[in-house]
C-alpha cells in the first residue's frame, strides 16, 4: 500500500494542527514523547517535527508534505511548494511578523542604526538577507530562547522577534523599528511528492477537507418552517452564502428553510425571525463548509 509521509507541527502549532484534522474527518492520536502518532487513515503516515525544521525534511524526501510556516521555508532556502494556505481560525488575522525591536529608550530608530550593532534571534538567515538588502554590517547571533529578556538586560543591542499583535514587546518595554516579514501556516509538499499522481491526489483530498473544516470555522447552520406568506420577510434577514434552501412541506402553506450563517449573529437573528413568522427553529453545527 502507497503511503503518503505527512509532516505535522510539534509545538505552538501541533494543538490547533491536530483540532482542525479532527474537524476534517481525521483522528489522530498523539502518545506521550512519541514522535509517530496514530491516525485513522492507513494511506498517512504522520511525524512530528519541529515548524523550524519542517521544509528541510520535505524538501530532501524524507517527508513528502507537511505543515509549517513560510518564514521556516525562507529561513531555510527551501525549495518546496506550497499547495494552500492555512487559517486555522477566522478570529485571528493568521498573519504574523518577524520585526526588529530595541528597548524604549534606545537611540536606533531604523536599520542603518544597527552598523556594527549586535543582534539576536532565531531566524538569522532572514535577518543577514534584510541587513544585506540595507548594506548594513551587524553580528547577528542565533537565540535559543529569551530573546526579549537580551535585549532588554542589554546583552544584546536589538532582536528580531516573532510578533502577532506586539502586545508581549511593549509588555517588555520594547519598541518595534522595523518589520522584516510576514509570515503564515501553510502546506508545503515536495515536487516529487507533487509530481507522483497517487500523492498528488491524496494531498488534495487532504487540503480540500481542511480548508473545508477551516471555512466552517464559527458557522452554524440553521433549518425553520416558514409560511409561505412570510417567506420574503425570513429571506431578508438571512446573510446567507449563496440563496437559501427552500423545500416544501406537506402542507402547501409552508415551507421549510435551511441556510449557513456566522454563529456570532445567531443570538440577535433567531428572535427577529421568530418575529418575522419562523417557527421550529433548528441551530446545528458543522464540521465542513465545501464551497
Not at 506521550?32 to 504522520?46: G, H, N, Q
Not at 535585549?151 to 508581549?168: M, R
Not at 473544516?213 to 409560511?227: E, I, Q, R
Not at 413568522?277 to 463548509?289: D, F, S, T, V
Request: hydrophobic share 40%.
Amino acid at each position: 500500500m502507497k503511503k503518503l509521509k505527512l509532516g505535522l507541527p510539534k509545538g505552538s502549532l501541533q494543538d490547533a494542527t491536530i483540532k482542525v484534522f479532527g474537524r476534517a474527518g481525521f483522528k489522530i492520536y498523539v502518545r506521550s514523547r512519541s514522535y509517530f502518532p496514530s491516525i485513522d487513515d492507513s494511506e498517512i503516515e504522520p511525524v512530528l517535527l519541529r515548524a523550524q525544521e519542517m521544509s528541510r525534511y520535505v524538501e530532501d524526501g524524507t517527508l513528502d508534505c507537511g505543515i509549517t510556516g513560510a518564514d521556516w521555508v525562507m529561513e531555510n532556502g527551501s525549495k518546496v511548494k506550497s499547495l494552500a494556505e492555512l487559517h486555522y481560525s477566522k478570529q485571528t488575522s493568521n498573519k504574523v511578523r518577524w520585526v526588529l525591536a530595541v528597548p524604549e529608550a534606545s537611540k536606533i530608530k531604523s536599520v542603518k542604526d544597527l552598523q556594527g550593532k549586535k543582534i539576536a534571534t532565531e531566524v538569522v538567515g532572514i535577518t543577514k538577507k534584510y541587513l544585506r538588502q540595507h548594506k548594513v554590517k551587524a553580528d547577528v547571533e542565533f537565540s535559543w530562547g529569551a530573546t526579549e529578556a537580551k535585549v532588554t538586560s542589554g546583552l544584546v543591542d536589538a532582536i528580531v522577534e516573532l510578533t502577532e499583535t506586539g502586545s508581549s514587546l511593549r509588555a517588555n518595554k520594547l519598541r518595534i523599528v522595523e518589520t522584516l516579514c510576514e509570515s503564515n501556516t501553510q502546506f508545503v509538499a515536495s515536487r516529487e511528492a507533487i509530481a507522483d499522481k497517487w500523492k498528488k491526489a491524496k494531498m488534495e483530498q487532504i487540503i480540500m477537507l481542511l480548508q473545508g473544516a477551516m471555512a466552517a470555522d464559527n458557522m452554524v447552520g440553521l433549518k425553520m418552517n416558514v409560511h409561505s406568506k412570510n417567506v420574503d420577510k425570513i429571506k431578508d434577514l438571512l446573510p446567507s452564502l449563496k440563496e437559501p434552501t427552500i423545500s416544501h412541506l406537506s402542507d402547501s402553506k409552508w415551507v421549510a428553510i435551511e441556510t449557513v450563517i456566522d454563529e456570532g449573529t445567531v443570538r440577535i437573528l433567531i428572535p427577529k425571525l421568530k418575529q418575522a413568522g419562523a417557527e421550529g427553529i433548528i441551530e446545528y453545527p458543522l464540521n465542513k463548509l465545501i464551497y
